[in-house]
């Protein structure tokens, strides 16, 4: 086992391709291919699982990622001190549901750790998406919320994928509106009260069930719905059409301005927001870093 075989694996692990990380490895297809079987076979395991689709890491390969990921930045960290080499890239990514905060945080990694060069992603995407990216390992956290309607199909989804979730914070249901929507003036709203304005949420593809909506209450029928598949698209029609969604309340002012606002809604329910990760894999110090800036970015 090389270190140089090490980083053929974590490239392609993301790339999720080898066709991609053969390229950025200027080496050709078939010898990054024959590398890593060289390396499966050597270790007895196998790292990549291939299919018609393409490649994923296996439940080993996960594990086996984690580690290589540690050798190959304390290697860096070495030559960087004693060769005075260039470190490489920061790679890391991040799936979230659609939370302002989780952006807020995002910038703020950005600003304290990026070096001069990184590659890193954020994906505001679906429910389902979420769990597959962190599971594949095509990100190394994920952001999604669990209450009492979601939790007992979700939860099976992560113990499936051998991942675990971690609590961020519990909130209380609110809508956001615009500031030009009648309802502003309230201190609180009820379902009853919002009937007549359009209801935005956040389409879910093939996985398009009540239990992996991002909003909560998905089982409620409406007068007037409109799905989208983005938050600036859905913030527009919060303030075009006096639209509204249910969230958690927390937004920031920074990122989506002024013309939207919390109204706290009149129910009995709670959500709890957490991040997801591999069981028993280490935290990259990125992905540490991340989760503290998320942190920050709710108490503000």
Known sequence: MTLQQLRYIIEVANRGSMNEAAKRLFISQPSLSSAIKELEKELNITIFERTNKGISLSIEGVE?????????????????????AKPSPQHFSVSTQHYAFAVNAFVHLVKEHGMEEYELALRETKTYEIIEDV??????LGILYQNEFNRKVINKLLKEAQLEFHPLFTAKPHVFISIYNPLATQDAVTIEDLRQYPYLSFDQGEYNSFHFSEEILSTLSHPKSIRVHDRATLFNLLIGLNGYTISTGVLSADLNGNEIIPVPLHIDETIEVGWICHRNVSLSKLAQAYIEALRAAIEE
């Open 64 to 84: 086996f990622l984690s580690y290589a990921k540690q050798v190959v930045e304390q290697a860096e960290l070495l030559e960087h001190r004693y060769l005075n």
């Open 135 to 140: 599971r594949t390992m095509k990100s190394e």
